[in-house]
């Protein structure tokens, strides 16, 4: 079975910075319909960075400014670098990609099946104030 690994969870404390890192050794990374998502105790799982099918990456607005998308191809490798972490920041993250799109005939885009995709299990980020 095709696995997202993400590593690079921990504790950190308020206006600190942390590095995730996803990586898979079956399944390559294209530079579309990838990306990181999270989930806090008690709330939905909302994007965080993702890379669309347009390859443009959109972020939270929560975590503009903060928060940066990056890969390397060449270590088929993902990484989410956080910044000026805030207690809000607290919570699973994890890394998914999709070869699956949709077309929207509202938008005239192709957006990304993240439900038919690959995901990893998930790495905890504590933010401590």
């Known amino acids: 079975q095709v696995q997202l690994v993400e590593s690079g969870g921990g504790s950190v404390q308020a206006g600190g910075s942390h590095r995730l890192s996803c990586v898979s050794s079956?399944?390559?990374?294209?530079?579309?319909?990838e990306g990181w998502f999270r989930q806090a105790p008690g709330k939905e799982r909302e994007e965080v960075a993702v890379i669309h099918s347009d390859m443009n990456i959109v972020y939270a607005n929560s975590v503009k400014g903060r928060f940066t998308f990056s890969r390397d191809n060449s270590k088929n490798t993902l990484y989410l670098e956080m910044n000026s972490l805030e207690s809000e920041d607290t919570a699973m993250y994890y890394c998914?990609?999709?070869?699956?799109?949709?077309?929207?005939?509202?938008?005239?885009?192709?957006?990304?099946?993240?439900?038919?995709?690959?995901w990893g299990q998930g790495t905890r980020v504590t933010v401590s104030s």
């Open positions: 079956e399944y390559k990374f294209s530079g579309r319909c």
């Open positions: 998914a990609a999709t070869q699956t799109l949709h077309y929207s005939t509202r938008t005239g885009i192709k957006q990304c099946v993240w439900e038919s995709g690959v």
